[in-house]
C-alpha cells in the first residue's frame, strides 16, 4: 500500500486541500483510503466529522511519531492508499514520515516568494539521499495557482526548482472558491451542485488530472498486479534498506 506524504514547513502552503482532492479522487475510483491526520488542529478530521460519510475513506487523528508505526500496520489490510497531512511546521514526525514515504509531495504556492517550506523538505530529502543512500521519490506540486494569469512569481518559482532538478508535477492545483467550500460541506466535489458552486466542472477537471498525475507516479502494486501489468515499485526505504 503506497504511502503518500504531503511535506511542507511553511503553513497554509495548500497541503490539506490537496489531501482531500487527492483522498476523494482515489476514493471515487473504488480505492481504500487511509488518510492519517498528523496536524493538532484536524482539519481532515473535522472535514470528515462533518456530513455524511463518504465511502471508502478512513481517517485517523492524532497521528505522531511515536503512533505512525502501529496505524499503518494496523490499517494495511484495509487499505490502498496511505495519504498523509503533515502540520506546517517543523515536527518530529517530518523525517520519520519521510522515510516511510513511497512519495513525498510537496506543495508550493505558485504565488508565493517564499518556497522556504518546500526547500526545507526538498533539503531533508537530499540529505536521506546523500548521508543515507535512500532516495525517496518526491515532486512539488504548484498550489493556489490563478486561473487567469501565469504570474511572473510562478514563473520564477517554476525556473529555480527546474535549476535544482526538481520534478514539478505538469498539473497545478488551481485556485477554486469550490475547494475552500469542501471544508465547509465535509463533502467531496461529487456531491456538491453544480448550481450553487462556481466553476464546480473546471474544480473537478482539475482534481482529476492532478490525481491522474500522482497515480502515474504512485501506482498502487496490487490493482496492477491483478492487471498483470510489469511493475515498476518504486524505490521505498525498505527496498533501499
Ligand atoms: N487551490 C485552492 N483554492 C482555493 N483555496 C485554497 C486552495 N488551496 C488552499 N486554499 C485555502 O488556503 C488555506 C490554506 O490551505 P490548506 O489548509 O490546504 O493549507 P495547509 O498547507 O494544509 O496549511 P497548514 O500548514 O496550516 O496545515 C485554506 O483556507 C484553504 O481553503
Ligand atoms: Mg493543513
Redesign the pocket.
Known sequence: MPIIT?A?T???????????LLSTELARQGYRVTILDA?P?R?ISRWHETGEPLKNITVISYVTAATIQGMISSNRAKTDYFIL?????STPLLATAIGMSDHVLI?I?GCAMDAKGGAQVLELLKYLEDKANIRIPHSVVL???NSMVTTRALQVVKALLAERKVRVLDTP????????D??DYGCSLYEMEAERFSNLDKAKENAEAFAMEVQGYVPNRMIRAQEQEPVRLPRTVRSAA
Not at 10 to 20: D, P, R
Not at 85 to 89: E, F, I, R, V, Y
Open positions: 504531503f511542507n511553511k503553513g497554509g502552503a495548500g497541503k490539506t486541500t490537496a489531501v482531500l496536524d488542529q482539519w497531512d503533515l502540520p506546517g511546521a506543495p504556492q498550489t493556489r495557482v492545483i488551481i485556485e477554486r472558491s469550490a475547494y475552500r469542501l471544508f
